[in-house]
Every structure is written in C-alpha cells, then in structure tokens.
C-alpha cells in the first residue's frame, strides 16, 4: 500500500486544483467505465472528428500535450484537432514559467506538505495529515450540499487505503477518528486561529497559499497581503524569518507597488 504521505500529497493536490479539474476527471473516469453513457454521448452531441479523438483518449491510443491534461485545456484538446489548438497550447507553454521539480519556492509539494503536517501537529496533535485532512475537507463542505466533486475522489483515495492490501489499515481509521474528534464541537467551515494558535495558524496560511500559487520566488507583500485579506496581522520580519529557516525563496528585487508603501520594507 502507498504510504501515508503519497494519500496525503494527492489530497492535497486535489485542494490546491479547481474543482472543475476534478470534475473533468471524474466525467472520463465514468466514461471509460459505462458503454452506455459513452454512446449517447456519441450520438448526441459529439461530430465525428471529436468522438474519434476522445474514443483514442479513453482508450489510452492518444495523449494530449504535457500542457492539456487536464481541465478544459482536456476538453478543448478533445474537441479541436490541427494546428490551431497545438499553437494556442505552445502559447500556453511559453507564457508559463519553466518547469520545476520545486516550484514552490524552491520547495516540493512534499516538502511543503511536510511544513503543513509540523504546524498542523501542534494544533491538534498525532493524527496522520492524510486523515487529517479529508476530517477537514469535509468538515467544510456545506452539510445542507452534495459534495462536491474533489470531496468525492478525495474519500474514494482515503478508502482504497483503508481496504488496500490484506486487512483493513486500521490506523488511517483510527486517526481519522481522531481527527473528527478535534473538529468536534466547532462550528462547520474554515480551520480558525482557535484551533492552532496565532503562530502555527498564520504559518499555516502561507503554505496553503504557496500550494494554491506555486512560484519560483515569492514576494513577501504577496503573503501579507493574503494574511490581511484574513485579518491575520503578521510582521514582515516574521515572515522573512520563517522563508529563511525553510529555504523557501524570495523575490527580493528593489521596487514595491505605490499601493503598498505603508507595509514595513522587505
């Protein structure tokens, strides 16, 4: 079975994507898996050239670009074909900053994960991030609501770890337990600083908005400004300080916007 970390980097991965993404996945999962959804899709909707290139896809025949895997780059892969598409993707490619194997700040998803499993540990105790954080997504679903799709697979992924191998993992289960435990008694919605503490929480926005906007370099009025927005007041020298002990890179070039001139310099 997978380790706790790998569950845990791809819940976290469905919360950093949008929803949509999800939902454009879990349609061509259902559609690999019913003939007969695939058929009235056919005849219904799709032209021919659109119903050949996603019977390829799903069949696993042809791939899209590296820059059209997912989403509604997926979709417009599949509904377009020639050159017009291939060069709005290489549009897409070069307006993107360059691959990286750490493109948060010169972190990996890992690392950073690793960062939100130490603060979040001293807000709520021993409980496996994975567990953890399916407690969480779901405690901010909105209970009068389906879930929405990403909730979805993220269950199905703490699910076939928990069945995965011979016997059930009981400790996924039982930290889980733990977990809806610590959210009990607080009112459904977003973690707040009540849970952590002023310290862990503010650290524990940040990562989440690296993961949400992963950069080669962040500019520390970018983090205050996400900090504000709620209503965390942190100093800049705290935020420097804590990019500095986890090697997360800065863009310190001179220059800040007129707007945020009343923010303590860099």
Same mark, same amino acid.
């Given at each position: $079975?997978p380790? %706790?970390?790998?569950?845990a980097?791809?819940?976290?991965?469905?919360s950093a994507?949008?929803n949509?993404s999800?939902? +454009?996945?879990?349609?061509? #999962?259902?559609?690999?898996?019913?003939?007969?959804?695939?058929?009235? &899709?056919?005849t219904?909707?799709?032209?021919? =050239?659109?119903?050949? =290139?996603?019977?390829?896809?799903l069949?696993q /025949?042809?791939?899209?670009?590296?820059?059209?895997?997912?989403?509604?780059?997926?979709?417009?892969? &599949?509904?377009?074909?020639g050159h017009?598409?291939?060069? !709005?993707i *290489?549009r &897409?490619?070069?307006? =993107?900053?360059?691959?990286?194997?750490?493109?948060y700040?010169?972190?990996?998803?890992?690392q950073v994960?690793?960062l @939100?499993?130490?603060?979040q540990?001293? %807000?709520?105790? !021993? +409980? *496996?991030?994975a567990?953890?954080?399916? *407690?969480r997504?779901?405690r901010?679903a909105?209970? !009068?609501?389906p879930?929405?799709a990403?909730l979805? +697979?993220?269950?199905?992924l703490?699910l076939?770890?928990?069945?995965?191998g011979d016997?059930?993992s +009981?400790?996924?289960i039982?930290?889980?337990?733990?977990?809806?435990?610590?959210?009990?008694?607080?009112?459904?919605?977003s973690?707040?600083?009540?849970h952590? %503490?002023?310290?862990s929480?503010? /650290?524990?926005?940040?990562?989440?908005?690296?993961?949400n906007h992963?950069?080669?370099r962040?500019?520390?009025r970018?983090?205050?400004k996400? &900090?504000d927005? #709620? /209503? @965390?007041?942190v !100093?800049? /020298?705290d935020l420097?300080r804590f990019?500095?002990?986890h090697r997360?890179?800065?863009?310190?070039?001179p220059?800040?916007?007129?707007? $945020?001139?009343?923010?303590?310099?860099?």
């Amino acid at each position: $079975m997978p380790s %706790g970390s790998a569950f845990a980097d791809a819940i976290l991965s469905l919360s950093a994507d949008s929803n949509d993404s999800t939902c +454009v996945a879990l349609f061509m #999962q259902l559609l690999r898996e019913s003939p007969g959804l695939r058929r009235w &899709l056919a005849t219904a909707f799709l032209e021919p =050239r659109t119903r050949s =290139r996603l019977a390829q896809y799903l069949s696993q /025949k042809a791939r899209p670009p590296r820059h059209a895997t997912h989403g509604r780059h997926l979709l417009a892969w &599949l509904a377009y074909s020639g050159h017009a598409f291939e060069t !709005d993707i *290489a549009r &897409l490619a070069r307006s =993107r900053a360059p691959a990286s194997a750490a493109p948060y700040g010169g972190l990996t998803r890992g690392q950073v994960a690793g960062l @939100i499993r130490r603060c979040q540990s001293g %807000g709520e105790g !021993d +409980v *496996a991030l994975a567990s953890f954080l399916l *407690a969480r997504a779901w405690r901010q679903a909105p209970a !009068d609501a389906p879930p929405n799709a990403s909730l979805l +697979v993220m269950s199905s992924l703490f699910l076939q770890a928990v069945f995965a191998g011979d016997a059930p993992s +009981v400790p996924l289960i039982r930290h889980l337990t733990k977990a809806m435990e610590f959210f009990h008694g607080h009112p459904r919605g977003s973690i707040t600083r009540a849970h952590y %503490g002023h310290a862990s929480w503010w /650290k524990l926005s940040v990562l989440h908005y690296m993961l949400n906007h992963p950069r080669p370099r962040y500019h520390t009025r970018d983090f205050i400004k996400h &900090l504000d927005a #709620q /209503k @965390i007041t942190v !100093d800049a /020298k705290d935020l420097r300080r804590f990019c500095k002990k986890h090697r997360i890179a800065r863009d310190t070039r001179p220059g800040r916007p007129a707007s $945020m001139k009343h923010i303590a310099a860099w």
